[in-house]
């Protein structure tokens, strides 16, 4: 009894650990990212361009966003999910509270230095060490991760292809915070404020996106996507050859070799699309129950959007000439596959990590998703339209897809919100079976 006990004990520690990590990830999406991106965007808008925008304060809504918001919720995910796999939950409890707390000073501390600067020479490298220092915790507690004990056959080789990887993902995570103190560091000796170079900000945002989340997303949808979809089990092979299709391309980028890496990004993303069987008729029914039924078309929505993305991409490498194709590419990538992504995966699974709680509403998911989707559409579009000079009319729908945007990114971290405050329904059993006997 003692035994079981423990485990409660500390399954229910995981829990409140990860809870926090989510919430942390929500507090920078919302305030520090988008509603900072808005204000970015009507800016740009009323300008009708960059020009008079401070870049430092695009580049910390872009921090925020990946680093604060998708960063906060794969280590917090990573604790949670890897650690019990290992049956770590002791050490893992105490290394993810420090590493959180390491973590979002370092988010933090960036934002802030972007936007009010003050002494920004020590502040800017401080917050990547920090940062580091947050992550490689992280990956001294997961790195030893072991394959299911017990698995055979088929199940060998799956979790061997997802667990493989979620491994490049956080590889990707870590050049990716490596390159970001490399450059502050640079940036603090040769800088003139804390705004990166341009053209090495483009290099870095390939590394930040297509190297780290996006490879991590489809780790997970290799282990989380047959089930929840119903789909074939993925095809190791193909998964493994966009893994190494990618890498090339993000290689391709950081040299600033923008036609190779774009063809290669492309390749990769259609790669990894027909080995996860995303587009493919399901085995299975979908498994929807506690989430809205549209959830798998949202997931294939996704997987679109980064198809877009890398096409977009592509046709800035040989058309961009005011940076509205690039920009289109890298909002498509960041607002229409990650972050759809996550409001798909994430209100599917975020309950039950967080206390085994049910979603609070699959209503509010529907109109989170449906309000990303529209905004991001309509950015994707106008942004192509209005910097590229097609059809100037389009900078006036800038700031009406951010508003938009912002809606979705309020109701969905709403959702998260109400579901981590509301008892979980085991509890809410448990309580109202003690009343009624009390009667």
């Not at 008079?52 to 280590?75: E, K, R, S, T, Y």
């Not at 039950?352 to 998703?369: D, K, T, Y």
Request: positive net charge.
């Amino acid at each position: 009894m003692g035994d079981i006990e423990a485990i409660k004990q500390h399954e229910a520690a995981l829990q409140r650990s990860v809870t926090v990590w989510i919430v942390t990830g929500l507090l920078f999406m919302l305030l520090p990212g988008t509603f900072l991106g808005a204000w970015n965007l009507i800016s740009i808008s009323d300008e009708h361009g960059a020009a008079n925008v401070d870049p430092a304060w695009i580049q910390a809504h872009g921090h925020a966003q990946i680093f604060g918001w998708i960063g906060c919720f794969i280590l917090g995910i990573g604790f949670y999910s890897l650690s019990k796999m290992r049956g770590q939950a002791p050490v893992a409890v105490s290394r993810a509270w420090t590493s959180w707390a390491l973590w979002t000073a370092g988010v933090g501390l960036r934002w802030a230095t972007n936007l009010w600067r003050w002494e920004w020479r020590l502040a800017l490298p401080a917050s990547a060490i920090l940062e580091l220092a947050a992550f490689l915790l992280f990956f001294l507690t997961v790195s030893g991760h072991r394959s299911e004990k017990g698995s055979v056959g088929a199940s060998v080789q799956a979790s061997r292809t997802w667990i493989g990887i979620v491994v490049a993902g956080t590889l990707g995570f870590l050049l990716s915070l490596l390159g970001n103190l490399a450059v502050a560091l640079h940036s603090a000796f040769t800088g003139t404020g804390p705004a990166v170079a341009a053209g090495l900000d483009s290099r870095l945002l390939a590394l930040f996106t297509w190297a780290f989340p996006v490879v991590t997303i489809w780790g997970f949808s290799t282990r989380w996507l047959p089930t929840f979809l119903g789909l074939a089990n993925p095809d190791g092979r193909l998964l493994k050859t966009a893994v190494a299709i990618n890498t090339a391309a993000v290689a391709c980028a950081l040299g600033a070799w923008w036609f190779p890496a774009t063809a290669l990004f492309l390749a990769g993303s259609i790669t990894a699309s027909a080995g996860l069987h995303i587009f493919a008729r399901g085995e299975r029914p979908p498994k929807i129950v506690g989430v809205h039924a549209t959830f798998p078309l949202f997931v294939r929505i996704a997987y679109v959007w980064l198809l877009t993305a890398a096409c977009i991409s592509w046709s800035a490498a040989v058309w961009d000439r005011a940076g509205g194709l690039w920009g289109a590419s890298r909002h498509a990538l960041t607002v229409g596959f990650i972050s759809t992504m996550v409001f798909a995966i994430g209100q599917r699974i975020l309950p039950a990590f967080c206390g085994m709680r049910v979603l609070f509403s699959p209503m509010l998911m529907f109109a989170a998703l449906a309000f990303l989707n529209i905004g991001c559409f309509l950015r994707v579009g106008s942004e192509i339209g209005a910097y590229e000079g097609y059809l100037p009319a389009l900078w006036s729908v800038l700031p009406v897809s951010a508003i938009i945007e912002m809606t979705a990114m309020t109701l969905f971290a709403l959702n998260l919100f109400i579901t981590f405050g509301q008892a979980p329904p085991h509890l809410r059993n448990q309580q109202k079976g003690a009343r009624m006997q009390g009667v």
